[in-house]
């Protein structure tokens, strides 16, 4: 017989998706033998090339006096990768030409109808947002995230002087050893962001910088670093205040492919990181929870 309180913790223990890749999708009712039909684990995640290297242990203590908002406000004519009405050619060849990113349309109105509800319609990878493993490899969806890795201590590494001069610069591996030069080792289960200063441009031209070709350039991490941060860090999620990881000095995508093919996931065009410190915020991603969804807009926030 299995007592209330060791049926509960099983139940804990298959909502989390390292649990049942280490026990390879059998749950943990083999190792207790008490679990009941009705809590029988369901396939909540896909399985993963790799399963991920941190454990999911949430953050233990957090203390603040403020909260700063990290997100954009999402519209219609925020800047995206892809142009409404201008055909693009993907990865597998297939050309398309993109409806609207963001569409804000009512569907009843205070004037007629006492009440307002609009029908909201945008792209997954618009405004500041998500970017799930799933966004490039075959690993979790936003709704399989475990939402202790939406909480998570919060690292910015500034390369705004670079920046400035270069929008093509990139956070390398000297940028994160000389940040633990000063501040120690990054810590355990944080989410690193870039603070490229590229926030401000968000109306403006400068923020997609259009080469002569009429590609994007803007600030990103290096592949270098990122590698750093996996193998020799337990990061759980990437940040950067533009709308790529990438930029023309990885036209494959390297740092997507490489990190969410990791099971780690990313969050894209934040907002105000001159407002947070470099080290000790807590760093929250309120992601609703779209089944089969690879990101999405959402409302981020530090804790200070
Ligand atoms: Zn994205």
Redesign the pocket.
């Known amino acids: 017989m299995c007592s209330p309180a060791i049926i509960e913790q099983v139940k804990k223990r298959i909502s989390r998706r390292n649990a049942l890749a280490a026990l390879g999708g059998a749950g943990a009712a083999v190792s207790t033998g008490c679990l009941p039909a009705s809590v029988s684990p369901k396939k909540t995640v896909r399985p993963s090339p790799k399963k991920k290297r941190w454990s999911s242990k949430p953050v233990e203590q957090v203390s603040f006096s403020r909260v700063v908002d990290l997100s954009h406000t999402l519209h219609p004519d925020f800047p995206a990768w892809f142009e409404a009405g201008k055909e693009v050619t993907t990865r597998g060849k297939r050309t398309f030409v993109p409806p609207a990113v963001v569409e804000v349309k009512p569907v009843f109105e205070w004037e007629h109808d006492k009440v307002n509800l609009n029908q909201v319609t945008y792209w997954?990878?618009v405004g500041t947002?998500?970017?799930a493993p799933a966004?490039f490899s075959e690993g979790s969806t936003v709704d399989e995230i475990p939402v202790e890795d939406l909480v998570l201590p919060l690292v910015v590494i500034d390369i705004k002087e670079r920046a400035a001069k270069d929008p093509l610069a990139l956070l390398n591996i000297e940028d994160v050893r000389s940040w633990e030069d000063e501040h120690g080792p990054i810590p355990e289960r944080a989410c690193v962001a870039m603070n490229s200063g590229w926030a401000k441009h968000v109306e403006t031209p400068k923020f997609k910088s259009l080469d002569k070709k009429g590609k994007h350039r803007q600030p990103a991490f290096h592949i270098d670093a990122v590698e750093y941060l996996m193998e020799e860090r337990e990061v759980v999620a990437l940040g950067v205040d533009t709308?790529?990881f990438d930029n023309q000095h990885s036209p494959g995508s390297d740092v997507h492919y490489r990190w969410l093919g990791d099971e780690r996931w990313?969050i894209?065009n934040l907002n105000n990181l001159d407002d947070v410190p470099t080290k000790g915020a807590t760093i929250v991603v309120g992601q609703p929870s779209v089944k089969g969804g690879s990101?999405g807009p959402n409302r981020t926030m530090a804790l200070v």
């Open positions: 997954e990878h947002h998500m970017d966004h709308f790529s990313g894209e990101g």
